[in-house]
């Protein structure tokens, strides 16, 4: 017996946790996160080819700029002192 699930707007369930109080929104956040942390690899695998393919097309499009990684390195060395 085959089961259909709908899945609701992600635009409309953002919406609706907007209008919970901060603590509800707190726990919803909380529970969020910790949900990424059981991605099996190959799940965030895709998930980081994905953003690779997305930062690439913003930079081929002109929308973002190149970061040598010496200043790369710099900056994150300055943020971990």
Do not use: C, I, T
Not at 4 to 19: G, H, I, N, R, T
Not at 26 to 53: G, N, P
Request: hydrophobic letters at 45%; glycine letters at 2%.
């Amino acid at each position: 017996m085959d089961v259909e699930v709908k899945m609701s707007d992600p635009v409309e369930v953002f919406k609706s946790a907007l209008s919970l109080n901060v603590q509800d929104r707190a726990a919803l956040a909380q529970r969020l996160l910790a949900s990424l942390e059981e991605l099996s690899e190959e799940e965030a695998d895709r998930l980081w080819a994905d953003e690779a393919q997305r930062r690439l097309e913003e930079y081929r499009a002109g929308r973002a700029v190149a970061v040598p990684a010496e200043e790369v390195v710099k900056r994150a060395e300055r943020l971990f002192r």
